[in-house]
């Protein structure tokens, strides 16, 4: 389940991204009201600017979903179901009112600005599969986001690799092997034996 979930919100996070870099609608503006007649292609970074940022913020926390423990996980696990939401309401939004998601590109096709004037330039807008893309990848983050409220405090352990130290029963902190090699290692382009001290005191 650790995986599945972990793998959900790489796969939302990525939709968002993906989504958000493609074409999701042709602008048709009214005769004369500047260009060559051609349909404008607007992508989702003018259409819903946000989901470049959900979708970063995602695919950042599969990364630390797939290292926490488990009570940081259910703060994890808010977090994405929030992401999810997020993702899925700015997609709806566009969806919603094509006209008010396209007006960036009309401002920039002819100059005018403003919702009203800019609305009444627009002579029709055709959207693409895109927008359910970008819908569809918020969905996979709040099911991964459930998913992890139902299962995480089950989840294995990280792998003691991510653990470099661990306390000795006297207070103590004892270095992973693989953290041992590295001191004696800076020990030994200092100049000094690591093993000196563990020497018998009869062959000094």
């Known amino acids: 389940m650790k995986l599945l979930a972990v793998v959900g919100a790489i796969v939302g996070g990525g ?3 993906l989504s958000w870099s493609q074409t999701w609608f042709q602008l048709h503006l009214v005769a004369g009201a500047g260009g060559d007649g051609s349909a404008i292609a607007v992508s989702g970074q003018l ?5 470049a ?10 990364a630390a979903l797939a290292l926490a423990g488990p009570g940081l996980r259910v703060v994890l696990g808010v977090l994405e179901f929030l992401l999810g939401g997020c993702v899925v309401l700015a997609a709806w939004l566009t969806v919603a009112d094509p006209v008010s998601a396209v007006a960036p590109a009309v401002t920039e096709a002819t100059g005018v600005a403003g919702s009203a004037p800019t609305a009444a330039l627009v002579a ?14 918020g969905a996979v983050l709040i099911v991964s986001a459930v998913l992890v409220f139902a299962t995480g405090a089950r989840w294995p352990a990280s792998s003691s690799r991510y ?3 661990r306390l000795r029963q006297d207070g103590g902190v004892e270095l992973s092997s693989r953290d041992r090699a590295v001191e004696e290692w800076d020990e030994l382009t200092r100049g000094d034996d690591p093993t000196g001290d563990e020497r018998d005191p009869s062959d000094r």
């Open 15 to 17: 939709l968002a991204m």
């Open 47 to 51: 259409a819903s600017p946000a989901l």
């Open 53 to 62: 940022a959900l979708g970063l913020a995602a695919l950042a926390l599969s």
């Open 124 to 137: 029709g807008v055709d959207a693409s599969l895109w927008p359910v893309a970008a819908f569809a990848g």
């Open 163 to 165: 653990g470099g130290t």
